[in-house]
């Protein structure tokens, strides 16, 4: 769970699930306060955007109603706004997102 604010127009804000996108060797380093999230929605209304939105059901990672991973609304999150761990997502569910991010940022 993660603090999205201050956000604005069409970027997700609240109090929502992140799924954890930065390396863990990035993530381990204690004195770089920023992590690199990928925040999620209950809107199915987002899969209109093609593959970059990736489903993830409820129950999965500790998430209480079905959810879409929003590749295309990644962002940097100071680690003050990281909240309570949720879960975590199983391989196949983390290479559709990696699949998502690729699609997302044009990565070969």
């Given at each position: 769970m993660a603090t999205l604010e201050p956000r604005s127009g069409s970027e997700q804000r609240g109090t929502r699930p992140v799924l954890l996108v930065s390396s863990d060797l990035f993530n381990s380093v204690q004195n770089w306060r920023s992590l690199i999230v990928a925040p999620l929605t209950t809107s199915s209304r987002n899969l209109r955007?093609?593959?970059?939105?990736?489903?993830?059901?409820?129950?999965?990672?500790g998430l209480r109603q079905d959810s879409f991973v929003l590749c295309h609304q990644?962002?940097?999150?100071?680690?003050?706004?990281i909240g309570r761990r949720?879960?975590?997502?199983?391989?196949?569910?983390?290479?559709?997102?990696?699949?998502?991010?690729?699609?997302a940022m044009a990565i070969d």
């Amino acid at each position: 769970m993660a603090t999205l604010e201050p956000r604005s127009g069409s970027e997700q804000r609240g109090t929502r699930p992140v799924l954890l996108v930065s390396s863990d060797l990035f993530n381990s380093v204690q004195n770089w306060r920023s992590l690199i999230v990928a925040p999620l929605t209950t809107s199915s209304r987002n899969l209109r955007r093609g593959p970059s939105c990736i489903a993830v059901s409820a129950g999965t990672a500790g998430l209480r109603q079905d959810s879409f991973v929003l590749c295309h609304q990644v962002t940097t999150l100071d680690r003050a706004k990281i909240g309570r761990r949720l879960g975590e997502l199983p391989a196949a569910a983390l290479e559709e997102v990696a699949e998502g991010l690729r699609v997302a940022m044009a990565i070969d």
